[in-house]
């Protein structure tokens, strides 16, 4: 059995024009980049929180939404948290992927 990912990213509004894009590691908050723009159904999306499994299951260019622009966004944020996860995981030497043996398209 795979071990579950103990990993969440969620966002907060930093002020009118930013979302700030956080990973909940093992109890710890890392900040991992900023948003240079507001879109309320990001925000609604991550504010509470996306589990690790949840993000790198969902392909959010095939999601049926209203507006194509929000899927890009939320694929683009997607492959930014990804990327900056696998960056923190060499950076500090900690078992973010290999642990859970996620498997994704880089």
Do not use: H, P
């Not at 909940?24 to 723009?37: N, Q």
């Amino acid at each position: 059995m795979k071990k579950d990912l103990n990993v969440r990213i969620s966002c907060i509004c930093t002020d009118s024009r930013t979302l700030s894009f956080y990973g909940e590691i093992m109890g710890e908050s890392v900040w991992l980049f900023d948003t240079r723009y507001f879109d309320q159904n990001v925000y609604d999306t991550f504010r509470n929180g996306v589990t690790m499994r949840k993000l790198v299951e969902t392909d959010y260019r095939r999601r049926q939404t209203k507006n194509s622009i929000l899927g890009q966004r939320l694929q683009r944020i997607k492959d930014r948290s990804i990327q900056m996860l696998k960056w923190y995981e060499k950076e500090y030497e900690t078992a973010i992927f290999r642990k859970s043996g996620l498997r994704f398209a880089a």
